[in-house]
Structure formats: C-alpha cells, structure tokens
C-alpha cells in the first residue's frame, strides 16, 4: 500500500534527484561540447594533428564547463509532470489542484508516497 514519506524522506530524495540531474546534464553537455569542438576545429582549421587539436580543445574547454554549468542549473529548475495516487482506492492521475477522489480519498503526490508491502495481515479493501 501507498504511505506518506516523512519530510526527511522527501527531502533526502530531491536532493539525490537533483544531484543526479545536476552532474548527468553537466557530464553529457561537457562531452558533446568537447566532441563537437574537436569536430568542428579540425573541420574549419583542416588541422588533424591530434596533439595540436587537443591542446587548442583544452584552452576552450573552461569555456565549455560554463556553459555545462549553465544547463546543467537549468536542468535542475525543470519541472517534470507528476502524477499523482489517491490513498484510499490507488487510483492514479496527473498531478494537479484537485486533490479529492470520487471514492472520497485524497490524491498524494506520488513523489511524496512510498509503497511498502503488506504485511499486517490487514484485509484488502474491495476496489
Ligand atoms: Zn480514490
């Protein structure tokens, strides 16, 4: 069954989750910033001595890292559609104003649940 998390669990979750989000988008954007900036340079500058374009990639890449740095705060800002549960019937649904269910439940954030099994030996309710 669904319960609520406790406020120390939500928080432990969205700093891990944007952790995450935060050095994944910063890591990826740096990569292809580097990789294009090798592919584009030999390109313009008809340069492939390897040793040569990497130092040439290297003095730009600070310059890169801010820009990672950039969309990678972005990324963290980004709010992603949520769906919500209600407590009483688990029915499901996108997360919006409206809380109450038709069974009379209440729907829950679901980032704010957590499920865990059963094992009291309670009856299940009838859907
Ligand atoms: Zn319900």
Not at 16 to 38: E, G
Not at 95 to 119: H, N, P, R, T
Request: charged share 30%; hydrophobic share 45%; proline share 2%.
């Amino acid at each position: 069954m669904w319960i609520r998390k406790t406020e120390r669990e939500i928080k432990a979750e969205h700093n891990r989750k944007t952790l995450i989000i935060f050095f994944s988008i910063l890591f990826v954007s740096l990569f292809i910033s580097i990789m294009l900036d090798i592919f584009v340079y030999s390109k313009i500058e008809g340069n492939f001595n390897p040793q040569e374009l990497l130092e040439k990639t290297m003095f730009r890449v600070p310059r890169y890292f801010a820009i990672a740095l950039i969309f990678a705060f972005i990324g963290t800002r980004w709010k992603e559609r949520r769906l919500a549960v209600c407590l009483r019937c688990n029915r499901a649904k996108r997360f919006d104003q409206i809380s109450a269910c038709e069974c009379g439940g209440e729907y829950v954030e679901l980032d704010k649940l957590k499920w865990v099994s059963d094992v009291g030996g309670r009856e299940e309710e009838s859907l």
